[in-house]
Nanobody
Framework: VELVESGGGLVESGGTLRLACVAS????????LAWYRQAPGKQRELVAA???????SYVDSVKGRSTISRDNALNTVYLELNNLKPEDTAVYYC??????????????????WGRGTQVTVSS
C-alpha cells in the first residue's frame, strides 16, 4: 500500500490546516487509519486514528481541536487541525493498518507509512 500525504505548510498560530492522505489499495475500506507526527528531536507519536467502522479517536493534545475523517470512495483519510499551536509543528505521517486500542496510546501502527508532510506553526 502506497500512502501519499498532502496539505502541510506554514500557518500562523491559531490557524487551520487540513491534511489528506491518499492510499493505493483496493481494500481501503477494511483498514483502520491513523495520523502520526514527529517533531525535531522527538519520537514519532500518534495523533488520531479512525477505524474501518468510522470511529475516531484522538490523543489528549489534539482532542477538541482536530477531526479525523475518511472517504472510502476516494481512498483518502483526512486530518483537520484547528487552533494550531507552535507545538503542533512536526512532520505528519499517514499510517494504514493500525490496530486501534483503548487507551489510544496503546495502539499499534500498521506496516504502511507515507513519507510525511511538514506542518510548521509560527508563533
Amino acid at each position: 500500500v502506497e500512502l501519499v500525504e498532502s496539505g502541510g505548510g506554514l500557518v500562523e498560530s491559531g490557524g487551520t490546516l487540513r491534511l489528506a492522505c491518499v492510499a493505493s489499495t483496493t481494500m481501503f475500506d477494511i483498514y483502520a487509519l491513523a495520523w502520526y507526527r514527529q517533531a525535531p528531536g522527538k519520537q514519532r507519536e500518534l495523533v488520531a486514528a479512525i477505524t474501518a467502522g468510522d470511529r475516531p479517536s484522538y490523543v489528549d493534545s489534539v482532542k477538541g481541536r482536530s477531526t479525523i475523517s475518511r472517504d472510502n470512495a476516494l481512498n483518502t483519510v483526512y486530518l483537520e487541525l484547528n487552533n494550531l499551536k507552535p507545538e503542533d509543528t512536526a512532520v505528519y505521517y499517514c499510517n494504514c493498518g493500525i490496530t486501534v486500542t483503548k487507551p489510544i496510546l496503546r495502539s499499534v501502527p500498521g506496516h504502511y507509512w507515507g513519507r510525511g508532510t511538514q506542518v510548521t506553526v509560527s508563533s
